[in-house]
């Protein structure tokens, strides 16, 4: 695996991957590699397509008071299990190399990037939207793959890929839990042993009201009782659970068509996330 850090090594070494004609496939991580981020690049492996990682923890999707100083740094140990994984590039850029001084560009997408995250993080998906779309341009795959996981993030950068013909087949790869159901996640190593345990409230949340609104039951009972399931864990603020359409991320009220269930709540100092699909009976 080559590791690389400066834009016209990148060049040179994507030119040459490029050079058998195999599709070239980006998986986008902020590093702390677990086998969620594993998962993604097993996917990219399958059909002996080039792989490239990248890993930059990117200051613009971090709000000023949020953990960008403290988020989880591992380069030597994501290098060690990105090489075992077969990796052929390691992209890992610099803060200067990605915005250099006088970088001004912007991309923000409308409607999807707006509710959940969008609004209890302002301009989280539009620091998203354009480190994802300056990969892009980097590395010009020919896939890209990213978590269900974050699934109001991958719902935005379908959105941006069609809106501007970026010509990029991404892929979503189902969520990796631990044993007990907790989805993986870098900032899990945040939580505190007894934060650990409390922190299965909020599949456990999610799972029961899914549950309860597949049945038939009301939309909004159920994501109430999946609030104050939240909160007696100790879950405070509790920024949302809501209902949504699968696409375009609209809230919904009553279950009428394919849905997922978002949650997002704190634990002491940790903000987790999580979701699940919701079917129609
Ligand atoms: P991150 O390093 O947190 O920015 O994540 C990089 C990519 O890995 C994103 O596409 C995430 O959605 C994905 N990812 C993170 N955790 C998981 C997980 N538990 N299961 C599947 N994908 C994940």
């Given at each position: 695996m080559?590791?690389?850090?400066?834009?016209?090594?990148?060049?040179?070494?994507?030119?040459?991957?490029?050079?058998?004609?195999?599709?070239?496939?980006?998986v986008p991580t902020?590093?702390?590699?677990?086998?969620?981020?594993?998962?993604?690049v097993?996917?990219?492996?399958?059909?002996?397509?080039?792989?490239?990682?990248?890993?930059?923890?990117?200051?613009?999707?971090?709000?000023?008071?949020?953990?960008?100083?403290?988020?989880?740094r591992?380069e030597a140990?994501?290098?060690q299990?990105?090489?075992?994984?077969?990796?052929?590039?390691?992209?890992a850029?610099?803060v200067?190399?990605?915005?250099?001084?006088?970088?001004?560009?912007?991309?923000?997408v409308?409607?999807v990037?707006?509710?959940?995250d969008?609004?209890?993080?302002p301009?989280?998906?539009?620091?998203?939207?354009?480190?994802?779309?300056?990969?892009?341009?980097?590395?010009?795959p020919?896939?890209a793959?990213?978590?269900?996981?974050d699934?109001?993030?991958?719902a935005?950068?379908?959105?941006?890929?069609?809106d501007?013909?970026?010509?990029?087949e991404?892929?979503?790869?189902?969520?990796?839990?631990?044993?007990?159901?907790?989805?993986?996640?870098?900032r899990?190593?945040?939580?505190?042993d007894?934060?650990?345990?409390?922190?299965?409230?909020l599949?456990?949340?999610l799972?029961?009201?899914?549950?309860?609104?597949?049945?038939?039951?009301?939309?909004?009972?159920?994501?109430?009782?999946?609030?104050?399931?939240?909160?007696?864990?100790?879950?405070?603020?509790?920024?949302?659970?809501?209902l949504c359409?699968a696409?375009?991320?609209?809230?919904?009220?009553?279950?009428?068509?394919?849905a997922?269930?978002?949650?997002?709540?704190?634990?002491?100092?940790t903000?987790?996330?999580?979701?699940?699909?919701?079917?129609?009976?």
């Open positions: 080559q590791t690389l850090s400066d834009l016209p090594a990148l060049c040179a070494a994507i030119a040459a991957l490029k050079s058998d004609g195999k599709p070239l496939v980006l902020m590093g702390a590699l677990h086998d969620g981020h594993m998962a993604l097993e996917e990219a492996r399958r059909h002996g397509r080039h792989v490239v990682v990248s890993i930059f923890v990117n200051p613009k999707q971090f709000g000023p008071n949020e953990d960008l100083a403290a988020y989880p591992r140990k994501d290098a299990m990105l090489t075992a994984a077969g990796v052929d590039i390691l992209w850029p610099t200067d190399v990605m915005y250099p001084a006088g970088f001004a560009t912007n991309i923000s409308s409607g990037s707006d509710g959940l969008g609004a209890a993080r301009g989280h998906f539009d620091g998203v939207a354009t480190v994802v779309t300056k990969l892009f341009n980097q590395v010009r020919d896939v793959i990213f978590g269900e996981k699934y109001q993030q991958l935005v950068i379908r959105r941006m890929v069609a501007l013909d970026m010509g990029i991404i892929v979503g790869m189902p969520t990796q839990r631990a044993e007990d159901g907790l989805a993986l996640s870098s899990n190593a945040y939580l505190s007894d934060e650990r345990k409390a922190a299965l409230a599949p456990r949340a799972g029961e009201a899914k549950r309860q609104m597949e049945k038939g039951g009301a939309v909004e009972e159920a994501l109430a009782k999946a609030v104050a399931m939240l909160s007696a864990q100790g879950f405070d603020p509790v920024d949302y659970v809501t359409d696409v375009t991320l609209e809230p919904m009220s009553v279950l009428d068509r394919p997922r269930l978002l949650g997002a709540a704190k634990l002491g100092k903000r987790l996330i999580d979701n699940i699909a919701v079917d129609i009976a």
